[in-house]
């Protein structure tokens, strides 16, 4: 199976147009996070981790870090209310902005706006080994957002690979117009946190 031809025009179009009729929201974005986590916690101001792409490529996915500094030393809890992550990180993570530096991994053409979740190297080794087939969901580009991310407890990677998978054997334009809405909406509903529930 291979990537339905509107994918990379989709993407492409979308980061235009966005960019294009909401300079003004993009440029304060770009301007306040980074300036508020530098007052917060100092720098760097962004994460970078290796995640697993389209055809098994790896590549570095960007994000706004919202965890102190020593953050991997202090374990891999990801719970609400998590010691590791920062005043500012939390804001980020509830609004899912700590995201936004993704579009950098779009324009290259490493993502997608909408696809199976960016798993890291350690995380998908691991569904590898348990699940059988899992390595078909790298036929397409891992998404900023998509089933997964909208519909699926936080906390349950279980039910996120089976939303992965839906994803895959059932995408279509309608269906990636219709998760980038709703993302959106849980973004400005600061929502994120707590998904799974009805959106």
Do not use: C
């Not at 980020?92 to 798993?119: C, W, Y």
């Not at 992965?164 to 054997?169: G, L, R, V």
């Amino acid at each position: 199976m291979k990537e339905p031809l509107y994918k990379r025009p989709l993407d492409l179009t979308v980061l235009l147009l966005a960019h294009l009729l909401l300079l003004p929201l993009w440029l304060l974005l770009w301007t306040v996070i980074p300036l508020v986590l530098l007052l917060d916690d100092g720098f760097p101001l962004f994460y970078r981790q290796r995640r697993m792409g389209r055809n098994g490529q790896v590549f570095g996915a960007i994000k706004f870090r919202t965890m102190v500094r020593n953050a991997e030393q202090m374990g891999w809890a990801t719970a609400e209310n998590d010691p590791r992550l920062t005043r500012a990180g939390r804001i980020l993570r509830k609004t899912a902005l700590d995201e936004l530096p993704q579009v950098i991994n779009i324009l290259r053409g490493e993502m997608s706006f909408v696809g199976p979740r960016a798993l890291a190297e350690s995380e998908h080794e691991f569904f590898r080994e348990h699940v059988p087939d899992f390595d078909k969901r790298l036929i397409q580009r891992p998404g900023l957002t998509g089933m997964a991310q909208v519909y699926a407890n936080r906390d349950d990677a279980e039910e996120k690979l089976s939303y992965d998978i839906q994803y895959s054997k059932r995408m279509s334009l309608w269906m990636d117009i219709k998760l980038l809405f709703l993302s959106v909406w849980v973004t400005l509903r600061g929502r994120w946190e707590s998904r799974g529930e009805k959106v």
